[in-house]
């Protein structure tokens, strides 16, 4: 049989926290104390099964309270009314406390504003895709005409470079025509 329940729990919390604020572990607290570890635990994890009846567990816990200097009254687990109306009481609580219940506001609007982003963002995909296309018929309209100035650059280019090999040419033998001279005139006749 277990005798706990979150309001214990709780309790045993404030237990733990107050040793620990005293720097103690629980075998210093039950050897100073004078209190047995195995209910010093159990007060702790404020789970009552231990203790052979009421009375020792509102007396152990009366004893270790006075000797943490806490201020805390006993939960009598041992009341099923008690027990009934604290844990109803702790149901309320969560309820009221919980994530949903105190951010509904907050979660409507970050809700809200993701919805029109998604708006926004889908029109903005349509805006970008109707310009795309736009682009892309300009784009080749352009390039038909590009083609044709390209054509016609290139044949100037080949035009140029065939004007300079032929000059290079007519150049060279030139040279060697005037070669051929001034050979033929260092040369005495026969």
Not at 19 to 46: C, P, V, Y
Not at 48 to 60: C, D, E, G, K, S
Not at 86 to 107: C, G, Q, R, T, W
Request: glycine content about 2%.
């Amino acid at each position: 049989m277990s005798l706990k329940s979150a309001h214990t729990g709780k309790i045993g919390k404030a237990f733990i926290n107050a040793r620990r604020l005293r720097s103690m572990s629980q075998e210093e607290a039950a050897s100073t104390a004078l209190i047995n570890i195995n209910f010093i635990k159990a007060i702790e994890s404020g789970d009552y099964a231990i203790f052979p009846a009421r009375m020792f567990a509102v007396q152990y816990f009366e004893k270790y309270a006075k000797f943490l200097n806490l201020e805390i009254n006993f939960f009598d687990i041992y009341n099923a009314e008690v027990v009934a109306a604290a844990e109803e009481e702790h149901d309320l609580d969560i309820s009221k406390d919980s994530p949903v219940n105190k951010n509904i506001i907050f979660i409507i609007f970050i809700s809200f504003v993701f919805l029109i982003s998604l708006i926004f963002l889908f029109q903005d995909n349509n805006k970008n895709h109707e310009a795309v296309e736009i682009k892309l018929v300009k784009t080749s309209s352009n390039l038909e005409g590009f083609t044709i100035d390209t054509e016609s650059s290139f044949d100037n280019d080949i035009n140029e470079l065939h004007h300079e090999i032929n000059k290079f040419f007519i150049q060279d033998k030139l040279d060697s025509i005037q070669l051929d001279v001034t050979v033929d005139s260092s040369e005495s006749e026969a």
